[in-house]
């Protein structure tokens, strides 16, 4: 075990935890925030790197490509789906108790699934970096790494500044907090809080799928594999404190070390050891490391 | 879903009541009632729809009937669910009364099967899963398998490495019973030859998050990597090994499913990749060109390794029946019938070993532009050990 090894561990360590984050901060906003438990939220990671593989070639084909194109196109698409799901689907939820949550956003997940296998078929898929974040930049004499896990890590870095600071620091993100406590006390004081929790979902919606689109040249795309990320997610958010954009950070990063370092040193004990962190950590901390005042 | 169940079962049902009424108005011998058991959804789909293609195709090319019985087909979605596998392979046995059953890619649903197999004397023909077992403890006289068992192509690619002169190897796969069954062939035959593997690296299925272990592979320096992925973990996989640059110092081995329906996604990064299995494409045979022209013409499609399974499957069944006269319940001839066949088959001809598992050439294949070209025999006529099979 060379210092080489233990710094390129930590990088690894790191990344997937920004990954993490990236993947769950839209879960936060909606599960964290509104407080609606959406199990629906591995499809949306689903949708966004479908929308990756299925997008380019168009983009390519009628706006003559560009990676933020297709992103800024994706997002679009992303928020209008998130509107829409929610006038149709959740707004009914909000007084609901969380059975009935989960039943629904359970039947989307089969909804979707199988929408996907009707429109994409079951394969696997591979999506390309764009050329210029393909390469690769040598660490030591050990390998190299790609360039575009790094461009991953930026995007989530910027991603939890932006959220935090909408949230905590602006107009809008103090009435989305206000309206998280108590909702008619929000609306008495002549705030549409119907629209604003439209437009919190589908921010929501879209950043699972900015998630997914900025992932699958890294992860590849297939069926299922929303479900893959969706309990990892709730994991960070209730690592994290439910509610708090600076406990989901600092639980994924956590989560990406433990796992990172638990994978190579404590092989047999590799699938449970997140689970072990979150058990201690609801012991010594039960609301999560930060939770939302 | 169960409503689609449900109106196919209908369907079906609906079917078989015209078909007994048809066959007692003829008074000929009774239809030959199959029982289909395969994934039709989920990510095994293409594969189930493969392997039925395969079968029908040959069934069609023998006019439709097995030893001058008409076949009859029943057919169940095993969704690749070993919760749901007893309850369905029961199915199949007790309320559909079927005469043999042909089943499945999933090896856990597999073994489930051959356990029911097993306790209802039920003829099982396996046409892909792997697992050792199916033909080690679990085997029996009315158990085949026509596909392969996961210690063949692994037990191939020891051979392999050890011969191209790798004296340390690392593996890496997925904790699970075709995983480890796999590692344990590589190092059976590695060793054998000469070799150490000196680390097993696993992950919990099925996590795709491999940098950390690349980092190990890449501090322990080894002569060789052996890995057992499938879909789309072996495209993670073979991409992220790529790109942490270690393709390019240290070669990458692996169980043929590592390339086999993924090239597409993988893209230039499996390029070069040398992998084993009973199977490739451009094998270049005069049976194997004649199988895929006329799967071609009947599906509008390429065949694959798991159409050539089906086929095969359908074709021992019909050496068997026709040994048996159609007459099922002579278990033993048909068995010894069986046993003593020559299979024709595209992948080439192939016999059964004394646990009814395939005795074949394991190919060495190297990926080239989009296909896995056949560049040699790794094992000349290799047979499973069937450890544990007392019969």
């Known amino acids: 075990m060379t210092l080489s090894w233990f710094l390129v561990q930590c990088l690894n360590s790191l990344q997937y935890g920004l990954l993490l984050f990236l993947v769950a901060s839209g879960l936060t906003l909606i599960f964290g925030i509104m407080g609606v438990i959406n199990l629906a939220h591995g499809s949306f990671y689903m949708i966004g790197a479908y929308m990756a593989y299925a997008l380019a070639p168009l983009v390519n084909a009628t706006l003559g490509g560009g990676f933020f194109t297709t992103l800024m196109i994706g997002l679009v698409l992303a928020v209008a789906l998130g509107y829409v799901l929610e006038w149709a689907f959740f707004s009914f939820l909000y007084e609901r108790e969380h059975l009935q949550q989960v039943l629904?956003?359970?039947?989307?997940?089969?909804?979707?699934?199988?929408?996907?296998?009707?429109?994409?078929?079951?394969?696997?898929?591979?999506?390309?970096?764009?050329?210029?974040?393909?390469?690769?930049?040598?660490l030591g004499d050990l390998m190299t790494y790609p360039v575009y896990n790094l461009f991953i890590s930026a995007v989530c870095l910027l991603l939890a500044l932006g959220m935090w600071f909408v949230l905590a620091r602006t107009?809008?993100?103090?009435?989305?907090?206000?309206?998280?406590?108590?909702?008619?006390?929000?609306?008495?004081?002549?705030?549409?809080?119907?629209?604003?929790?439209?437009?919190?979902?589908?921010?929501?919606?879209?950043?699972?799928?900015?998630?997914?689109?900025?992932?699958?040249?890294?992860?590849?795309?297939?069926?299922?594999?929303?479900?893959?990320?969706?309990?990892?997610?709730?994991?960070?958010?209730?690592?994290?404190?439910?509610?708090?954009?600076?406990?989901?950070?600092?639980?994924?990063?956590?989560?990406?070390?433990?796992?990172?370092?638990?994978?190579?040193?404590?092989?047999?004990?590799?699938?449970?050891?997140?689970?072990?962190?979150?058990?201690?950590?609801?012991?010594?901390?039960?609301?999560?490391?930060?939770?939302?005042? | 879903?169960?409503?689609?169940?449900?109106?196919?079962?209908?369907?079906?049902?609906?079917?078989?009541?015209?078909?007994?009424?048809?066959?007692?108005?003829?008074?000929?011998?009774?239809?030959?009632?199959?029982?289909?058991?395969?994934?039709?959804?989920?990510?095994?789909?293409?594969?189930?729809?493969?392997?039925?293609?395969?079968?029908r195709l040959y069934v069609g090319e023998q006019g439709g009937k097995l030893a001058g019985r008409e076949l009859e087909f029943v057919k169940v979605d095993d969704e690749s669910d070993p919760a749901k596998a007893t309850d369905n392979v029961n199915k199949l046995i007790k309320r559909d009364n079927v005469d043999v059953i042909v089943g499945t890619v999933h090896s856990g649903v597999a073994m489930a099967m051959a356990k029911a197999a097993k306790d209802n004397g039920t003829l099982l023909i396996v046409p892909n899963a792997g697992a050792d077992a199916v033909t080690g403890p679990m085997c029996a006289n009315h158990i085949f398998r026509s596909s392969f068992s996961n210690w063949q192509p692994a037990y191939?690619?020891?051979?392999?490495?050890?011969?191209?002169?790798?004296?340390?190897?690392?593996?890496?796969?997925?904790?699970?019973?075709?995983?480890?069954?796999?590692?344990?062939?590589?190092r059976e035959a590695f060793e054998k030859g000469g070799g150490q593997v000196v680390r097993e690296l696993n992950l919990p299925f099925p996590n795709v998050e491999f940098q950390a272990l690349l980092t190990e592979i890449a501090s322990l320096k080894p002569d060789a990597v052996y890995t057992f992925f499938a879909g789309a973990g072996a495209v993670k996989f073979v991409k992220d090994y790529a790109a942490a640059g270690l393709k390019k110092t240290i070669p990458l081995y692996g169980a043929g499913f590592l390339t086999d329906g993924t090239l597409e996604a993988q893209g230039a990064d499996a390029d070069g990749l040398l992998t084993t299995l009973h199977y490739g494409d451009s094998?270049?045979?005069?049976?194997?060109?004649?199988?895929?022209?006329?799967?071609?013409?009947?599906?509008?499609?390429?065949?694959?390794?798991?159409?050539?399974?089906?086929y095969d499957a359908a074709q021992m069944l019909a050496i068997g029946l026709k040994a048996v006269n159609g007459d099922l319940g002579k278990k033993a001839e048909f068995a010894a019938a069986v046993e003593k066949a020559k299979i024709d088959s595209p992948r080439g001809a192939f016999t059964l070993g004394k646990n009814h598992n395939p005795v074949q050439d394991i190919y060495l294949r190297q990926v080239v532009g989009k296909e896995n070209k056949v560049i040699g025999v790794a094992s000349k006529q290799l047979a499973d050990p069937g450890r544990g099979c007392r019969m």
């Open chain 2, 283 to 310: 094998l270049n045979t005069p049976r194997d060109n004649a199988f895929r022209l006329e799967y071609a013409k009947a599906y509008k499609l390429q065949p694959d390794v798991y159409a050539v399974q089906g």
């Open chain 1, 104 to 138: 629904m956003t359970y039947g989307l997940i089969l909804v979707f699934e199988e929408l996907r296998s009707i429109l994409v078929g079951d394969d696997v898929h591979g999506v390309a970096p764009p050329p210029w974040l393909a390469g690769s930049v040598p």
């Open chain 2, 156 to 186: 191939a690619m020891g051979e392999v490495a050890a011969k191209r002169g790798a004296k340390k190897a690392v593996t890496i796969t997925w904790k699970y019973a075709a995983g480890d069954e796999s590692v344990k062939g590589f």
């Open chain 1, 171 to 293: 107009r809008l993100g103090m009435t989305i907090r206000a309206g998280s406590t108590n909702r008619e006390m929000v609306q008495s004081l002549g705030i549409d809080i119907q629209f604003l929790y439209r437009v919190v979902f589908a921010a929501g919606v879209a950043l699972a799928v900015l998630a997914g689109m900025v992932a699958a040249p890294a992860s590849s795309v297939y069926p299922g594999m929303g479900n893959q990320v969706l309990i990892i997610c709730f994991v960070v958010v209730v690592i994290g404190g439910i509610g708090s954009i600076r406990g989901a950070l600092l639980a994924a990063l956590l989560i990406g070390f433990v796992d990172t370092f638990g994978k190579v040193l404590f092989q047999q004990a590799a699938g449970v050891l997140v689970y072990v962190l979150m058990a201690l950590i609801l012991l010594w901390k039960p609301d999560g490391l930060f939770k939302a005042s």
């Open chain 2, 1 to 55: 879903m169960t409503l689609r169940t449900t109106l196919r079962q209908v369907a079906l049902l609906g079917a078989a009541s015209v078909a007994l009424l048809c066959a007692s108005a003829t008074a000929q011998a009774p239809k030959l009632k199959v029982g289909l058991m395969l994934p039709y959804t989920g990510t095994f789909a293409a594969l189930g729809v493969a392997i039925e293609n395969g079968f």
